[in-house]
C-alpha cells in the first residue's frame, strides 16, 4: 500500500482527555502505574492521566520553562525531563527539579522529540526557533553516567519520530522539514551505522512527527497535518491508518491493560477562530483500539544525584 492510500480498515480515534493543549506531544505509557503521561510544550506543562476502578483523574504540573520530552526512569518518582534548554531530573512528589546538564547553549534552539534506547539510554533531537528554518540542530544521547554525547547523523531543523525497534538494532528519526523518516543500524554499545531512507510521505498533507513501535516492530506515525496516524511494517510499507480527528496529531503510544490501545496527542497553536470552531477538541488527547500490541516504554538508567 503506497503512502498516500487510505486503508480500507481505517479505525476512528476519540477523545480521551480534552485537555486544550497549545502543543500537546511526548505521549508515554507507564506500563507500572497505568498511567498515560504527555506534555504541553507551549503551555509549560507536565500533564498525566489515571485510569483505574475509583474513576479517571487528570493531573497537571507547571515547568520553569517549555517541556519538549521527557523519559520513566527505575525510580518511579522520577522523570527525566527534557526541557526547553536543559535535561533535568523531577521529582514527581515534591515538584523539585535537578538540572544534569544545558543543551546547545547560545544557539537558537530547544529540545524537541527523545525517547528511551532498549539500554535505558535517552535519545534526543532539537528543533531551530527561528525563521526560516535551519539545519542546526543535532541529535544526543544522555548515558547513563549521566554523560552527553552528540550522534553522528546529520544536523536537523525539527527533530522527531525517534524510536528504536523491539530488538533496539534500528533506530527511526526524521527531520520533520524533509517529509522521510530515517532509519539506521543502532549498536547496543551505541555505534551507529548505515543511515538510510525508511519511509517517504507522498500524502498531500502531513508531515512526519512523533512515533512509537509495536511488540511486532511496526513503526506507527502521527503525521502532523495530515489527521492521521500510520504503521509501517519493518520493511516500510504502509500496513494500516488511523483517523484522528483534529489536523495536528503530534505523538504516539501504545498502551492500556494489554498495551493494545493506541494514545494519540494533538495540538491547537497556530488555528485560528474559524478551524477551532470546527475541531473544538484539538490539543485533546485521543484513543483507539487496534488489533496489535505494544512495549513496556523502556526506563532511563541513571540515577539522581546526590
Keep these: 500500500m503506497s503512502a498516500n492510500e487510505s486503508a480500507s480498515n481505517e479505525a476512528v480515534a476519540e477523545l480521551l482527555v480534552h485537555s486544550k ?3 500537546g506531544e511526548g505521549a508515554t505509557w507507564c506500563a507500572r502505574s497505568g498511567r498515560l503521561y504527555w506534555v504541553d510544550i507551549s503551555g509549560k506543562r507536565l500533564q498525566r492521566y489515571d485510569a483505574d476502578a475509583s ?6 504540573w507547571e515547568m520553569p520553562e517549555r517541556l519538549a520530552c521527557f523519559a520513566l526512569c527505575e525510580d518511579e518518582r522520577t ?6 534548554s536543559q535535561l533535568a531530573f523531577f521529582d514527581l512528589e515534591t515538584g523539585a527539579i535537578q538540572t544534569i546538564v544545558e ?3 547560545g544557539v537558537p534552539t530547544r529540545l524537541n522529540d527523545g525517547r528511551c534506547d532498549r539500554q535505558g539510554r535517552f535519545v534526543f533531537g532539537t528543533k531551530y526557533e527561528g525563521t526560516p528554518r535551519q539545519a542546526i540542530g543535532g541529535f544526543y544521547r544522555l548515558n547513563h553516567d549521566l ?8 544536523a536537523p531543523a525539527i527533530s522527531n ?11 527511526y528519526y526524521t527531520d520533520t522539514l524533509t517529509r522521510e523518516i530515517r532509519a539506521c543500524d543502532y ?5 551507529i551505522a548505515n543511515e538510510r531512507t525508511f519511509v517517504t510521505l507522498t500524502d498531500d498533507t502531513g508531515v512526519p512527527d512523533g512515533s512509537t513501535v509495536d511488540a511486532e516492530g511496526g513503526l506507527w506515525n502521527a503525521q502532523w497535518g495530515g489527521e492521521r496516524v500510520v504503521r509501517y511494517g519493518a520493511d516500510g510499507v504502509e500496513t494500516e491508518r488511523v483517523k484522528i480527528p483534529t489536523a495536528q496529531p503530534s505523538c504516539v503510544t501504545l498502551g492500556g491493560a494489554l498495551l493494545d490501545t493506541l494514545y494519540v496527542t494533538s495540538a491547537r497553536e497556530e488555528m485560528e477562530e474559524e478551524a477551532l470552531a470546527r475541531e473544538p477538541h484539538a490539543g485533546g488527547v485521543f484513543s483507539v483500539r ?3 500490541r505494544g512495549l513496556e516504554e523502556p526506563r532511563f538508567q541513571g540515577r539522581w544525584r546526590a
Design 161 to 171: 519520530s525517534i524510536a528504536f525497534s523491539p530488538d533496539g538494532s534500528t533506530m
Design 147 to 154: 554523560t552527553l554525547e552528540r550522534l553522528p547523523l546529520p
Design 103 to 105: 543543551v546547545e547553549p
Design 290 to 292: 487496534i488489533g496489535r
Design 55 to 60: 474513576g479517571a483523574k487528570h493531573v497537571t
Design 79 to 84: 522523570l527525566l525531563l527534557g526541557l526547553a
Design 187 to 191: 549498536g547496543a554499545d551505541g555505534t
Design 21 to 23: 493543549c497549545e502543543l
